[in-house]
T-cell receptor, first 113, second 115 residues
Framework: NAGVMQNPRHLVRRRGQEARLRCSPM?????VYWYRQLPEEGLKFMVYLQKENIIDESGMPKERFSAEFPKEGPSILRIQQVVRGDSAAYFCASSGELDNEQFFGPGTRLTVL | AQSVTQPDIHITVSEGASLELRCNYS??????LFWYVQSPGQGLQLLLK??????LVQGIKGFEAEFKRSQSSFNLRKPSVHWSDAAEYFCAGVMFSGGYNKLIFGAGTRLAVHP
């Protein structure tokens, strides 16, 4: 049973470009969470999605950031017009219907030049 | 507001010494609490979790943690540290919101181990 998959593991973008981060939850999991870890900081909640629905995006920056979890395929975190301050590690976690435990992927480390 | 606090940013111990990493939480009800470890450039690995029941929780790699409601604490302990334990440790709690959970993380404690 494969764990949570994230790709790419490392992503380099220039300022103004778009970044797309993908997350495939564990098999059987329908809840996906995205967290951001800025350098030297802990993880901060960004968004919680279920299939085809955004449930809570209270941690998402108001502009340039969006997330989706389509019926088929991985969850996508999209950052438009990236800036240097977006450089961080982005972690995805998934959980099952009745779980209180979230399983984390290896993260995507975004570097904005 | 619900929060998780790790008072120690950096801790250095000698190999073989005992270890205690502090974690305090602020919740209205009994929280679900977790300890994760993150090695440099890696993802998070769950060490242990507390949902209910026995307040002393055993985890992987010889770690344990004790939930103390009176002190609002969930400190992580290990009796004898190995050099491979050098990493960053995160305490996290679940915030219940509208029927689902989201994790609130402490800022982390970076552990260095001297030979």
């Amino acid at each position: 049973n494969a764990g949570v998959m994230q790709n790419p593991r490392h992503l380099v973008r220039r300022r103004g470009q778009e970044a797309r981060l993908r997350c495939s939850p564990m098999k059987g999991h329908s809840h996906v969470y995205w967290y951001r870890q800025l350098p030297e900081e802990g993880l901060k909640f960004m968004v919680y999605l279920q299939k085809e629905n955004i449930i809570d995006e209270s941690g998402m920056p108001k502009e340039r950031f969006s997330a989706e979890f389509p019926k088929e395929g991985p969850s996508i975190l999209r950052i438009q017009q990236v800036v240097r301050g977006d450089s961080a590690a982005y972690f995805c976690a998934s959980s099952g219907e009745l779980d209180n435990e979230q399983f984390f992927g290896p993260g995507t480390r975004l570097t904005v030049l | 507001a619900q929060s998780v606090t790790q008072p120690d940013i950096h801790i250095t111990v000698s190999e073989g010494a005992s270890l205690e990493l502090r974690c305090n939480y602020s919740y209205g009800a009994t929280p679900y609490l977790f300890w994760y470890v993150q090695s440099p450039g890696q993802g998070l690995q769950l060490l242990l979790k507390y949902f209910s029941g026995d307040t002393l929780v055993q985890g992987i790699k010889g770690f344990e943690a004790e939930f103390k409601r009176s002190q609002s604490s969930f400190n992580l302990r290990k009796p004898s540290v190995h050099w491979s334990d050098a990493a960053e440790y995160f305490c996290a709690g679940v915030m219940f919101s509208g029927g689902y959970n989201k994790l609130i993380f402490g800022a982390g404690t970076r552990l260095a181990v001297h030979p």
